[in-house]
């Protein structure tokens, strides 16, 4: 039996600290983009909650949007109130989530970071976000994702 990558342990441990609800996935091959994530789950594009880390000015900022989303970084910037967001390289990822890009779970930081989730993720009964790990995946719903992370709703365009 193979042994499940360290990652994922620490992403149910977090997960299970906070009394979540949900079931982990890992899928038989790392899904890095949210089509490929619905596809793999039999789920709508839109229920996939993409974490995607952005930098605001030396700040993470997390935004969890909806796989039908693109993030206009402009005018997600200008509604949260910073003076603007950039794609994250993968070492402010990992130094802030302690997590790689494709597999950036929306718990289990080193730190707190300001979170953000799409509003458009309401709309779907479950929701499938990464669970510290490229191929792992957890289902929660909106509400338990808002509660969970602390996270400010937003929308998303």
Do not use: K
């Amino acid at each position: 039996m193979a042994t499940e990558h360290a990652a994922i342990t620490a992403f149910r441990e977090e997960h299970a600290r906070r009394h979540g609800t949900g079931d982990v996935v890992v899928l038989p091959e790392s899904a890095h983009t949210a089509a490929l994530a619905a596809a793999a789950l039999g789920c709508e594009v839109g229920a996939i909650a993409n974490s995607l880390l952005f930098d605001a000015d030396g700040s993470p900022v997390l935004v969890l949007t909806s796989g039908a989303h693109r993030v206009d970084t402009a005018a997600t910037a200008a509604r949260i109130g910073v003076p603007r967001l950039t794609r994250a390289t993968p070492d402010f990822v990992r130094t802030h989530t302690g997590q790689v890009i494709g597999g950036v779970s929306p718990l289990g930081h080193p730190a707190p970071v300001p979170t953000y989730v799409d509003t458009w993720l309401r709309r779907h009964p479950t929701v499938w976000a990464a669970a510290g790990h490229p191929a792992a995946v957890y289902s929660t719903t909106f509400e338990e994702l808002v509660a969970m992370t602390g996270a400010r709703e937003i929308e998303v365009d």
